[in-house]
């Protein structure tokens, strides 16, 4: 019986020692700029699944809404374009990610 609990003890001590050791997260700092992408007039992004930024200063947006499409804003977040629309088909199926070459 005294094993018992000893193990018992044991068991739920051990998982609290590590606790204390843990390292903290670095917080990732960043600024906020509200309605800085300015979409044209009835065009919708839905959900964005990734953005990056080319050596132009050009923001991309993946979104996978109702159809998966490539948005390019210029610096200032003027929309430039879209890849994606009218197709029969998605550009890709089911995206991850996106990643800007940096020759665009």
Request: some cysteine; hydrophobic content about 40%; glycine content about 8%.
């Amino acid at each position: 019986m005294k094993r018992c609990v000893l193990l018992l003890l044991l068991s739920l001590t051990i998982p609290l020692l590590s606790v204390g050791q843990e390292k903290p997260i670095p917080e990732i700092s960043f600024d906020s700029v509200p309605n800085l992408l300015q979409l044209r007039t009835g065009l919708y992004m839905g959900e964005a699944a990734g953005v990056a930024v080319n050596s132009k200063g050009h923001i991309f947006v993946f979104t996978r809404s109702a159809q998966t499409r490539l948005f390019e804003f210029d610096a200032s977040g003027k929309f430039v374009g879209e890849i994606g629309q009218g197709l029969e088909c998605d550009v890709v199926d089911e995206p991850e990610q996106i990643r800007i070459d940096t020759e665009k």
